[in-house]
Every structure is written in structure tokens, then in C-alpha cells.
């Protein structure tokens, strides 16, 4: 599988931006790049996901780098609900033995301040 | 609400014994996945089912199994348990067919808290 790197951990102030970055240096042609988000005591929550293009939705906006080696999930106003860990994966679509799952690394552990 | 649910939401039982876990996935979708969370591993795949069909396994352990029925819902099951079982056990669904397996989104219920005692 193809792996992510992300800073452990970061902090954000309430309404300012926050800016997630992911590196997947070992990224193939084929692999989407997928983020979510897992709030204390729940399941993991999907965000965002893109292939090339940068995308946006009404939870964030993913920028992915013209050589695709590292993308940033950006939350235009963080609010203390968007605190949560924030995972960067790459969803595996080769063939064999990987079809779509997704591979969770430790992710970056965001606080949001008041 | 994701639209997967999970039951039982807790679970405690003691070492050697065995236990199912259930997941309904989203109306419609044909993916179902099991994940394993304890503190200090992380989110843990274990497998996946498609349609009926085991498609993709990954760290589970050979006292584990799994299913999908022809309604879709799923079932881990965890026998001989030993203490280093107790874990969050997350299943989630996804639409994606056989051709799209990269841009779908998963969903992800609220978990089965598993303890082992």
C-alpha cells in the first residue's frame, strides 16, 4: 500500500483556517487521495477525496500538488466541532488483493482553540 | 447518521468465549469493510466483502471470520477471545462496484466496543 506521512499533531484558533498537510511521495497514477475524520467516540467520518484536481465541498477543500507527491486539507473557518484526527489516505484500487480499501495511518490529531 | 448500523454497541465477554457482530450497511451499497481500533494499534483493516464475496482481507486473525449475506448485512465473528481482543470493531459500507473502487466514499457506523475480560 501506498503510505502518507502527516504531522502528528497541530493546532488551530476557532474561525481561522487550518491547513492539513499530507505527503504521499509514492503516490501511482491510479490512486485517489481520500481524508477523513474521526471525532471522539465515533466512526471515522469521510471529508473530502480527489484524483488531480483540487476539489471543494461543503466540509473543506483538498489541494492536491501538480505532481500529486502531496495534497493539504484546508478548513476554511475551524470551529471546536472540527477538532477530531484527521486522516490522509490513499485508496488502494490495484487489483490482486486490494479493492478500494483504505488504509489508515496515525493521522494528525487537530485541537481547536476558543 | 452514516446510515451503517452496528449492533451490539457494547459488548463484554470473558476469555475463550465467542461473539458475532452485525452491520447493516447503507441501503444499496455492496461493499461492506471491518475495521479493528484498539489504542495502540490504530485503525486495523481486517476484510472486505462485495456482493456476497470475500474480496480483499487484511491483519485478521485466523479466529475470525466473516460473512455477507444475500441481504447484504454482515457478520465478524471472534471466537477463542483473548484479552488483547478488546477493541473497537468499525464496519463501514460503500456504493462502489467493481469498476470504481478508487473515488467512493466509505461510511462508517458507530462502532461495536468489544471487552474481553
Known amino acids: 500500500d501506498a503510505k502518507t506521512t502527516q504531522p502528528n499533531s497541530m493546532e488551530s484558533n476557532e474561525e481561522e483556517p487550518v491547513h492539513l498537510p499530507c505527503n504521499h511521495s509514492?503516490?501511482?497514477?491510479?490512486?485517489?487521495i481520500h481524508w477523513y475524520r474521526q471525532l471522539p467516540s465515533q466512526g471515522p467520518e469521510y471529508v473530502i477525496h480527489g484524483l488531480t484536481s483540487n476539489v471543494n465541498n461543503r466540509m473543506a477543500s483538498l489541494a492536491i500538488a501538480e505532481d500529486r507527491k502531496s495534497s493539504t486539507l484546508i478548513l476554511h473557518r475551524a470551529t471546536l466541532r472540527d477538532a477530531a484526527v484527521y486522516y490522509c489516505i490513499l485508496r488502494d484500487v490495484g487489483g490482486g488483493t486490494s479493492y478500494g480499501k483504505l488504509t489508515f495511518g496515525q493521522g494528525t490529531i487537530l485541537t481547536v482553540h476558543p | 447518521d452514516s446510515g451503517v448500523t452496528q449492533t451490539p454497541k457494547h459488548l463484554i465477554t470473558a476469555t475463550g468465549q465467542r461473539v458475532t457482530l452485525r452491520c447493516s450497511p447503507r441501503s444499496g451499497d455492496l461493499s461492506v469493510y471491518w475495521y479493528q481500533q484498539s489504542l495502540d494499534q490504530g485503525l486495523q483493516f481486517l476484510i472486505q466483502?462485495?456482493?456476497?464475496?470475500?474480496?480483499a482481507k487484511g491483519n485478521i486473525l485466523e479466529r475470525f471470520s466473516a460473512q455477507q449475506f444475500p441481504d447484504l448485512h454482515s457478520e465478524l465473528n471472534l471466537s477463542s477471545l483473548e484479552l488483547g481482543d478488546s477493541a473497537l470493531y468499525f464496519c463501514a459500507s460503500s456504493a462502489e462496484d467493481y469498476e470504481d473502487r478508487g473515488g467512493s466514499e466509505a461510511f462508517f457506523g458507530q462502532g461495536t466496543r468489544l471487552t474481553v475480560v
Open positions: 509514492t503516490i501511482s497514477g491510479t490512486d485517489y
Open positions: 466483502y462485495y456482493n456476497g464475496e470475500e474480496r
